[in-house]
């Protein structure tokens, strides 16, 4: 496999761009494999990367039913960040991020990790306490963080509406530095290519349709491509884990499914500098700029039920208005494209890295819509859990008990009602 670098690149420029090997190979499924994870989505991908990179697993298949990055992969809004504040994601997303710092080195691929800053606004004397608490909180724990006033943020952000008539005026903001947004695709790209290296098997267009149990035990996954058996089943599918689960006959999970939208916008000149989020009253709003120059923002998650990729009108206007209000100079800004992922809410908003009823069946889930920058972190610690068949300790709380036990570890803890997990 070539290895990427700027003389590869001069190399091949010089000699009809000839020596450059197919990213990823397009094997057939195998009769069997010692771990087979199903969802080439981000999570699913970063876990065999890290069950054969660190742990030395050499037989995995991953299985997906469309193309490889095709879901939630890659219809993200790219942001990353680790502002959290309870024990379990906090260390959970600071490791995360710590990963996401040598990414395109570890993976030979520029995935375009972009540490530009992420800017909480604030309106409130007590939402302003509020974040002084989360990130004193994590800057006494090794992450960074910092207030900024409005002079501060003036001068960093001049384009936000400080006008005098503003709804909503703005006292300033909660800044993590380190944080930024990355290329979503990039991320599948480069996590498909460095596993594929490793001898994973990434299986596309294979439909997981079935599980079949001996028991406490799955022995094998039905798909359309023919019977694949595995000593060890790992589900990384996102919004369609209920769906798995229902065909391993588990019961209920404490996920529902919804859907998120994303914009972008035709593509403009530098504007904005940083990742900014806006938050009060009803409103849910974050936006960013990509390297193309295109707006991408987004708002909340559709306010009904679906498996289906698609959004509906109602939220588009919500997020206009959110849009012109904290960036009124976006209001003649044409809108190029909105799209819609389908979503692993679950009921307090953290995830799910664990162990299931099956012995040998491992559930990776619930991201709500923060699962882009968990991605190194839920594949490194979810290879760990089935190589190892014991969570690490960070992760020890991402499980299915955690309600009958009472733990919380996400400050919001917003449920049962997935809407509130803004
Ligand atoms: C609009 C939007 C904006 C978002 N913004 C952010 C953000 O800014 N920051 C952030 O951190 N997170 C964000 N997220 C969330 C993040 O994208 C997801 O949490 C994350 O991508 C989910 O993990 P994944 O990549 O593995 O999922 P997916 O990419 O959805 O992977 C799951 C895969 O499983 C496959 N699959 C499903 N069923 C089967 C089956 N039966 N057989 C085989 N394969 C199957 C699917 O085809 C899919 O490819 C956003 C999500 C959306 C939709």
Redesign the pocket.
Known sequence: MTRYSAWSVFWNGLTGQKGWDRAWRDPEPKAEYDVVI???????LATAYYLAKNHGVRNIAV????YL?????G??????RSNYMMPGNRDFYEHSLKLWENLSHDLNYNVMFSQRAHVSLFHSPASRDAAARRYNTMRLTDTDGELWSLDELKRNVPHLNYGPNSRFPILGAAVQKRAGTARHDAVAWGYARAADQHGVDIIQK????GVIRDGARVTGLETTRGIIKGKKVGF?????TS??WGMAELGKLPIETHK???FVSEPLKPLLDQVVVFGVGGAHF?ISQSDKGGMVF?GDIDWYKSYAQRGNLPIVQDVAECATSILPCLGRVRLLRHW??V?DMSMDGAPFICKTPLDNLYLNAG?????????PASGWYFADLIANDRPARVVVNHDLTRFERGVNIDERGAGPDPKLHG
């Open positions: 199903v969802g080439a989505g981000l999570h699913g299985v997906e039913k469309g990055g095709g879901g939630n992969a219809r993200n809004t790219t942001i990353v294979c439909e997981v349709t990384a599918v996102a919004g369609n769906r798995l998120l939208q994303a974050y987004g819609s992922g979503m991201w709500n819509y923060g699962g882009f920058k968990a991605t």
